[in-house]
């Protein structure tokens, strides 16, 4: 069964670094997003990207945060100086179709600690 | 209460027991979505459950849905030990394209 796969599992970073997250969605979809959810609180949502754009972000994806999707396959989350309370768990997710009624698909995520 | 807040919080039952869990959310809804997360892991997707529809089941799976309430519950029958994990209701507000997560209920099903 297809599945969204990520890169790497754990990054560990100092502050003030960048980061690169990697993420590969299922192959026919068109729809990709990033979620993030800091030990122990809820899953919160980033943004969401199609057609080589971003089509919603949340008040969290501010400068710091920008996605790109460089080929046919891959899906990055670049986070520029980083800051300690950027140390969360961070999934991307890809759909079908826009989530008006569509299934969002999960990756294991990758564990970012900024020291 | 938010968006999308499940209840309760934590749950432990035995084996072979009963577990339900409950969701409320404030707002017009498109369709609600019930993900499973074992500790530390990705998000697993259980099952859809559109607004026009009231019940849905898959496998030991039941889900219920009142839009008049604005609630949901999530029912797993014949409880594993395996079906340990925290489980979250998923909303999507009015055409949004971004999930928003509850908190979560924590089932802790013992051997």
């Known amino acids: 069964e297809p599945e969204v796969t990520q890169t790497p599992s754990h990054q560990v970073t100092q502050m003030g670094q960048e980061v690169i997250l990697r993420c590969v969605p299922i192959?026919?979809?068109?729809?990709f997003y990033w979620y993030r959810q800091i030990l122990g609180q809820k899953v919160e949502f980033l943004v969401s990207?199609?057609?080589?754009?971003?089509?919603?972000k949340s008040e969290i994806f501010d400068d710091q945060f920008s996605v790109e999707r460089p080929d046919g396959s891959n899906f990055t989350l670049k986070i520029r100086s980083t800051k300690l309370e950027d140390s969360a768990m961070y999934f991307c997710?890809?759909?079908?179709?826009?989530?008006?009624?569509?299934?969002?698909?999960f990756g294991p995520g990758t564990r970012l600690t900024v020291l | 209460s938010q968006q999308g807040e499940e209840d309760p919080q934590a749950l432990s039952i035995q084996e072979g027991e009963n577990a339900t869990m409950n969701c409320s959310y404030k707002?017009?809804?498109?369709?609600l979505q019930w993900y499973r997360q074992n500790s530390g892991r990705g998000l697993v997707h259980l099952i859809l459950?559109?607004?026009?529809?009231r019940e849905k089941h898959s496998g030991r799976l039941r889900v219920t849905l009142d839009t008049s309430k604005k609630s949901s519950s999530l029912l797993i029958t014949a409880s594993r030990a395996a079906d340990t994990a925290s489980y979250f209701c998923?909303?999507?507000?009015?055409?949004?394209?971004?999930?928003?997560f509850g908190p979560g209920t924590r089932l802790s099903v013992l051997p």
């Open positions: 997710a890809s759909s079908e179709r826009a989530t008006g009624g569509d299934t969002q698909y």
């Open positions: 192959s026919n979809h068109l729809y």
């Open positions: 990207f199609y057609n080589n754009e971003i089509s919603e």
């Open positions: 998923a909303t999507v507000l009015n055409y949004g394209q971004n999930f928003v």
């Open positions: 459950i559109r607004s026009n529809e």
């Open positions: 707002t017009s809804i498109n369709n």
